[in-house]
């Protein structure tokens, strides 16, 4: 099981091999306009998650809305997830 801090670590790092960009702000929604992140890029972030955590991450979407997709709202999604399983 990974800890909060390992799943943060692990979006952090797929952000920034995917599109460069390092997250400032952990409360500001990744597919807003001032992330700079084109939505259609997260299909390769979220496959990198799946990957490197061993998880169904796209699961977090089943009982989310888009409000999920904030650093911290996904890191506390894909947690209570891995917890499920």
Same mark, same amino acid.
Request: proline letters at 0%; charged letters at 25%; zero cysteines.
């Given at each position: 099981m990974y800890s909060k801090e390992q799943i943060e =670590?692990?979006?952090?790092?797929?952000?920034?091999?995917?599109v460069d960009i390092e997250i400032q702000d952990n409360?500001?929604?990744l597919v807003a306009k001032e992330m700079g992140i084109n939505p259609a890029m997260f299909l390769y972030i979220f496959?990198? =998650?799946?990957?490197?955590?061993?998880?169904q991450v796209c699961d977090?979407?089943?009982?989310?809305?888009?409000?999920?997709m904030t650093l911290e709202n996904l890191t506390n999604a894909i947690f209570q997830l891995q917890r499920k399983n």
């Open positions: =670590l692990s979006i952090r790092s797929a952000v920034k091999a995917v409360k500001l929604n496959e990198i =998650l799946e990957n490197e955590l061993q998880m977090v979407f089943i009982d989310q809305t888009s409000e999920v």
